[in-house]
């Protein structure tokens, strides 16, 4: 899996958009952007995934810059349930990595996203 | 919810103790992931199970085993417990035998050794 680069921490107020940026420099041309996100030990939650063109959902907005080195997490109208930490990670779909240790997704140390009254 | 289901929610065991957490996967889902979550780690990928046989081996250690059964539920054994060992454990599913578009993960189980 191509490594991700995330900020540790964000603030955002309730109600604005939250932009949550990754930095995939070394992404290869078949690995996709997954996003997930943590809530407070809660198991994790798929929210986004895309491979080069934006994509959006009824969770969130997914903006891939064209040169694919960086993604954008957009929640559109934060609210205080989008506190957690959020993990950006990329890898080729569908694909038995060598070695078969890293099949199962590969989380970093994500972005902890604070939401502010 | 995922429609994965972790049992027990919580656990508390003394060391060198054995305990066994349940994973049972979405419908007609056929992969099983174990992850581990401790305090100072993130999330590690442990182990999975498709359709029955291990298919692929994180960081698990000699101490843990695990199994997926006919009906496709799966267990974690973990042995020889140590205060190390206190941590989350999540099991996570999918249709297929890698995770092609979402994963879905179970609430998981807060294991405290003592």
């Known amino acids: 899996d191509a490594k991700t680069t995330q900020p540790p921490s964000m603030d955002c107020a309730e109600g604005r958009a939250a932009n949550l940026p990754c930095n995939h420099s070394?992404?290869?041309?078949?690995?996709?952007v997954y996003w997930y996100r943590q809530i407070h030990s809660q198991g994790p939650q798929y929210i986004i995934h895309?491979?080069?063109n934006n994509e959006t959902n009824e969770m969130a907005s997914l903006i891939i810059t064209e040169d694919r080195k960086s993604s954008t997490l957009i929640l559109p109208h934060a609210t205080l349930r989008d506190t957690a930490v959020y993990y950006c990670?990329?890898?080729?779909?569908?694909?038995?990595?060598?070695?078969?240790?890293?099949?199962?997704?590969?989380f970093g140390k994500g972005t902890h996203l604070i939401i502010q009254p | 919810d995922s429609g994965v289901t972790q049992t027990p929610k919580h656990l508390i065991t003394a060391t060198g103790q054995r305990v066994t957490l349940r994973c049972s996967p979405r419908s007609g889902d056929l992969s099983v992931y174990w992850y581990q979550q401790s305090l100072d780690q993130g999330l590690q990928f442990l182990i999975q199970?498709?359709?029955?046989?291990?298919?692929a081996k994180g960081n698990i250690l000699e101490r843990f085993s695990a199994q997926q059964f006919p009906d496709l539920h799966s267990e974690l054994n973990l042995s020889s417990l140590e205060l190390g060992d206190s941590a989350l454990y999540f099991c996570?599913?999918?249709?297929?035998?890698?995770?092609?578009?979402?994963?879905?993960f179970g609430q998981g189980t807060r294991l405290t050794v003592v």
């Open positions: 996570a599913s999918s249709p297929t035998g890698t995770m092609n578009t979402e994963a879905f």
């Open positions: 070394t992404i290869s041309g078949n690995e996709y």
């Open positions: 990670i990329v890898r080729v779909p569908g694909i038995m990595y060598s070695g078969g240790s890293a099949d199962g997704l590969t």
């Open positions: 199970y498709y359709n029955g046989e291990e298919r």
């Open positions: 895309g491979l080069k």
